[in-house]
């Protein structure tokens, strides 16, 4: 745990992306770097590539163009398993937790990479299987403590309300300990009170694990308050990069987003 | 009283039977979300592989002895099934991550005309049979309540512990250790389970092995009792109604639908059957799949799929 909260280096850096989904220019062009222990915010108005860009990050999607550098290693390429692999870990705007299981299994799942007993070990629950569940379970019930949702840790998922499959669609992401977290509108659908606590645990994430965070989000006013820098993509390009003061003086974007939509 | 006990004993051992069959259903439904038309094809695949290894492992060992040429076949028909679940995956399924359901529904059908032939080109499309010694003659027990006892098949009652051992097992694996639940995931969200590092060409083959030995189970047990022939492959069309109505997500499901089915079946057959002249064992458990499909689609455990709107 970090006590101190000092920004690094660039961690991240994305140079040049072009993404295409036939005809349609879903980004253009588009360079930008992510410091370690930083908030970094991506925001345009709708349709403007921020899903697009958090998906080329993540390995949903294959760029046509450009390259990812990610702790002094280039990806060309990135896919799904590479990524998590590296040590980015990422939310979904439509929470995609695994309905059918607890809460806790849920979060368990986050540590998948991290279990190195084989089948046949699992299979006999033999000593290194068994210890190793248990670490891992001491790691998971920390992070249940953390997101303050110990009353629900046996619940199916599926039965939650909205707010809560947030956090724990959070707290799955986190059980990976990742180095950067990618956080798709982890505030959208959400009442003021929900928001808050959802701010919180951001900050509290990037504050005392020290997880440098990158986040897409609509809601203008809270973007502001938590980000260190934020990025501005409209149509797929970048016009604006900053700090929130910067951008928010940024006369294109303020015609692109704040003017058009405020 | 003694017969009603003798036929609801018969219906139970039929419809474990039949369980060890929707097992294989549910087991790749969950982990993949395929509906798995090629089940019934890999029963008969296994129990081609079983019967026709047995057959030859003497001549080629030179060792006459049943138990060894059984054992030897047994271990030799598990790795052609680990073979052909490591193929599908990398021929088929690896090719169709994050399509429809109806895609992969499809393909799994082409699987099953595939395993169907190339079974029957590599061993035979003869009758064939499986002997593992399971014994044949019928017992009566609970002689001193009932007059005459009550008329129970050992190889039926053999088999039924064998299925219930090995659901037994798989649902401990399933709930229990780190790669279960890495398959409850895949099962549930693809694209996440990606998102968290699980690999999913890994977990897919993992599970069509596990599907693929349950299979060879299915069809040593049902090879000995109908012998092995094309035939086979459509004991998979019986285990439908059971996974319908036990839900195709939950192996204790596959079970108790089993069990209801085959219960259903016999009860219905010997008491309703001269009212109607016969014939209902065929029809019973379709009906009773069509009837739970309208008013209780998931089944009976199966897990209710809610769409937000």
């Known amino acids: 745990m970090m006590g101190e909260r000092v920004i690094g280096d660039v961690i991240l850096d994305l140079r040049n992306i072009s993404l295409a989904f036939g005809g349609v220019k879903a980004l253009t062009e588009i360079s930008f770097d992510v410091r370690e222990h930083e908030i970094r915010a991506i ?6 590539g921020k899903s697009s860009m958090l998906n080329v990050i993540s390995g949903v999607y294959r760029p046509q163009q450009g390259e990812i550098v990610f702790h002094g290693e280039h990806f060309a390429r ?119 606590d959802m701010s919180r645990f951001i900050l509290d994430v990037n504050d005392q694990m020290g997880t440098t965070i ?30 929130p003061d910067a951008v928010r003086a940024n006369p294109e974007v303020i015609q692109a987003y704040l003017g058009a939509s405020h | ?53 047995s ?39 690896r090719h169709l991550v994050n399509q429809e359901g109806a ?48 008329l129970i098949n050992k190889e039926d009652f053999i088999a039924a512990l064998i299925a219930a051992l090995l659901v037994g097992a798989l649902t401990l694996f399933f709930q229990k250790t780190a790669t279960g639940r890495a398959l409850r995931a895949v099962a549930d969200d693809h694209q996440a389970a990606q998102s968290i590092g699980i690999p999913l060409n890994r977990i897919w083959v993992i599970v069509w092995c596990v ?36 839900g195709l997500t939950s192996v204790p499901g596959a079970i108790v639908g089993g069990l209801i089915i085959g219960v259903g079946e016999k009860l219905s057959e010997v008491f309703l059957g001269p009212y109607v002249g016969g014939g209902i064992e065929i029809w019973f458990a379709y009906m009773l799949a069509l009837v739970f499909l309208m008013f209780r689609p998931q089944g009976l455990f199966g897990e209710k799929i809610i769409d937000r709107v």
């Open chain 1, 43 to 48: 925001i345009g108005p709708n349709g403007a």
């Open chain 1, 78 to 196: 990135m896919n799904s398993y590479k990524a998590a692999k590296a040590g980015i870990a990422r939310t979904f705007q439509n929470i995609a937790l695994f309905k059918g299981m607890s809460v806790l299994d849920n979060i368990m799942t986050g540590r998948t990479l991290m279990m190195k007993a084989n089948l046949l070990q699992q299979a006999f629950w033999w000593g290194p299987a068994r210890r190793e569940e248990l670490a891992h379970r001491a790691k998971v019930e920390e992070i249940i403590d953390f997101l303050e949702i110990q009353h629900i840790r046996k619940t199916p998922v599926g039965r939650l309300p909205y707010g809560l499959q947030k956090r724990v669609d959070l707290g799955r992401a986190l059980a990976m300990e990742p180095r950067i977290l990618l956080l798709d509108e982890p505030m959208a659908g959400m009442n003021v009170e929900e928001k808050q």
């Open chain 1, 214 to 243: 990158v986040l897409i989000e609509h809601d203008m006013g809270v973007v502001m308050d938590i980000s260190d820098r934020v990025v501005v993509l409209d149509y797929g390009k970048k016009i604006g990069d900053g700090s």
């Open chain 2, 1 to 53: 009283m003694a017969f009603f006990l003798e036929t609801l004993i018969g219906g139970l051992m039929a419809g474990m039977l039949y369980s060890l069959v929707a097992i294989g259903f549910v087991l790749i439904f969950k982990a993949s979300g395929v509906f798995n038309f090629a089940q019934g094809a890999m029963v008969l695949f296994a129990a081609l592989a079983m019967a026709r290894f």
């Open chain 2, 55 to 93: 057959e030859w492992v003497p001549g080629w060992t030179g060792v006459s002895s049943p138990l060894f040429a059984n054992s030897v076949a047994f271990v030799l028909a598990g790795i052609m099934m680990f073979v052909v679940a490591w193929l599908i995956e990398r021929l088929v399924l």
């Open chain 2, 103 to 150: 895609t992969l529904l499809m393909a799994t059908l082409g699987i099953a005309y595939l395993l169907e032939g190339i079974g029957q080109g590599i061993f035979g499309n003869d009758i064939y049979k499986i002997d593992v010694g399971m014994p044949k003659e019928p017992v009566f027990v609970l002689q001193n309540v009932f007059e005459g006892g009550i």
């Open chain 2, 211 to 246: 599907a693929g030995v349950t299979a060879l189970v299915a069809g040593i047990i049902w090879g000995s009792k109908l012998g092995v022939q094309f035939s086979l492959a459509t004991v998979a069309m019986r285990a439908l109604p059971v996974v319908i109505l036990g």
